[in-house]
């Protein structure tokens, strides 16, 4: 697939190019303001700027309350997680053209971590929390949109653009709002970040999180050892049976993450807590998997004096390079081709929104942000020219889908 770039798109372009140094600055202060997933306050002034930073774009902006989710305390007890709000503008909901666009404004740096300044380490690299991820991805995302807005075809388009405060959390809130909007979508784009040699994302495993809570019964280890039943052996066992299902499907892994329990060395630990990241490339691998852990559950629970409970479940089915979404592919890759930029893709065991949109039959593309890398770490750093050369692609792809060169509504029609 080849595209021409038209003289106005050419002039529309140009002012995507000017407005680099705007961006560069923006992310910045943004990065200073730290957005953790659990950190309220932080996230509510992030949507603040957020929300400031589209009005320009036009299009009727709400925020939408998300219901709390649960998750397991260290005393294996159940709690309520509350959720910042979602940022979500509609654009022209009649349009022919529907496209969903994502991101997130959350990090998984929280309130107290001692990352929380941007410093430039080196020419066209800037470190900073969310700078790559994916604080970077929403100024890019609005750059593109404020670029379609320019084009005579604009109204042949409209858009639904969801920002979430969970994503670093599994999307648990926010995942059935992102159903509900991909659902009605003709595509999606999702502003994670490219890899830092430019390379998108094409498929991506499949990811779920969770706790195994084990009960047992405490004693005096020296006088009762034999009255007690060690909840921390029996945790540990586990670990070994759940770390052993690795591999068992092709491309699946068990990464046991931690193990809660335990006290005074003169008593048998009565709690322990097993917590476990499962990935994996096939649909169909997820209800084998549960019923793997139905089997562990149950000769757990056979164990004299042992209780076991599951908590937790899988939120992003895997997403693969189908039609679909390959189609997707050619269209951005040719995109990129036209401004002389060469896009590729590599799979990945990683997760994002991009799952949920697949999950509910939406075509996507989900690495449209900056370019950058060691995201999640104090290390984290985006490509500064990036921001310019990802927004003019992205502002590309919309002025294509809006004057019919690229075919929107042909996607669905191959899934």
Known sequence: MQVQISKAEQKILA???????????????????????????????????????????????????????????????????????????????????????TGHYDTVFPKDSD???TKETGPDILNGPGVADMKGGILVMRQALLALE?????????????????????????????????????????????LADGSL?????????????????????????????NALVVAAHTVSVLAALTESRLGLTVNPAKLEGGGANNVVPDLAIVRFNVR???????????????????????????????????TRPPKPMAPPNAALFE?????????????????????????????????NVDTLGVCGGEIHSDREYVILSSFVQRARLSALMLLKFANGDFDAKSLRNLV
Not at 60 to 86: A, F, M, R
Not at 156 to 183: C, F, M, N, R, W
Not at 280 to 294: A, G, K, P, R
Not at 345 to 361: D, F, P, R, Y
């Open 201 to 229: 994302s094409g498929s991506r495993k499949g990811s779920g999180n969770f706790s195994i809570v084990i009960r047992g019964r405490s004693a005096h280890a020296g006088r009762e050892h034999h009255l007690g039943r």
């Open 331 to 363: 269209m951005t890759r040719a995109a990129g081709s036209a401004l002389g930029v060469d896009i590729r893709w590599k799979s990945t065991g990683g997760v994002c929104e991009g799952n949920n949109l697949w999950a509910a039959g939406c075509p």
């Open 150 to 194: 320019q084009s005579a075809n604009a109204a042949k388009v409209g858009y639904t653009v969801l920002i979430s405060p969970d994503e670093e959390i599994g999307s648990t809130g926010s995942a059935q709002l992102l159903k509900q909007h991909a659902l009605i979508a003709d595509l999606g784009m999702t502003y994670e970040p490219a």
């Open 15 to 101: 002012q995507v190019e000017v407005a680099g140094p705007q961006m560069i600055a923006k992310v910045k202060e943004w990065a200073k303001i730290n957005t953790g997933s659990t950190n309220l306050e932080g996230l509510e002034t992030q949507r603040h700027e957020i929300v400031s930073a589209f009005e320009d774009i036009g299009g009727v902006c709400d925020e939408v309350s998300l219901p709390n989710t649960q998750s397991v305390d260290g005393n294996g007890n159940s709690y309520q997680i509350e959720h910042g709000k979602t940022i979500r503008v509609v654009q022209r909901p009649n349009a022919p053209v529907q496209i969903l666009l």
């Open 115 to 117: 990352f929380q300044v």
């Open 280 to 314: 994996l490339s096939e649909t169909d691998d997820m209800v084998w998997f549960e019923q793997e852990l139905l089997e562990i559950l149950k000769d757990l629970n056979n164990r004299d004096g042992i209780k076991a409970k599951l908590h937790g479940g899988f």
